[in-house]
């Protein structure tokens, strides 16, 4: 089992930054893929970000610009750097881990709630 705890979430203003943190630890294998995805109100989860054990990346094209997403392997965690926030942006970032090899194991945080207002 993997277990991922969320923390970096709260209130900022439009134009301001955020960092985003998900430690995870348990059965932890590799390959992998680590990532953030997002769910509005009255809207479905979409994906924000995702990093490999490897390192390659992948971004909504919503976000590419202004989020940057990063690992370190030995802390087994992963962090989204925000930028450039816009109201559009308030969500629960949820953080996932997926296993890329045999079955496909996917793994959810419980959320932490970025909040972009002026």
């Known amino acids: 089992q993997v277990q991922l705890v969320e923390s970096g979430g709260g209130l900022v203003q439009p134009g301001g930054s955020l960092r985003l943190s998900c430690a995870a630890s348990g059965s932890i294998s590799s390959p992998n893929a680590m990532g953030w995805y997002r769910q509005a109100p009255e809207k479905e989860r979409e994906l924000v970000a995702t990093i490999t054990s490897g390192g390659g990346t992948n971004y909504a094209d919503s976000v590419k610009d202004r989020f940057s997403i990063s690992r370190d392997n030995a802390k087994n965690t992963v962090y989204l750097q925000m930028n450039s926030l816009k109201p559009g942006d308030t969500a629960v970032y949820y953080c996932?881990?997926?296993?890329?090899?045999?079955?496909?194991?996917?793994?959810w945080g419980k959320g932490t709630l970025v909040t972009v207002s002026p």
């Open positions: 996932s881990y997926r296993r890329l090899y045999g079955v496909r194991i996917n793994t």
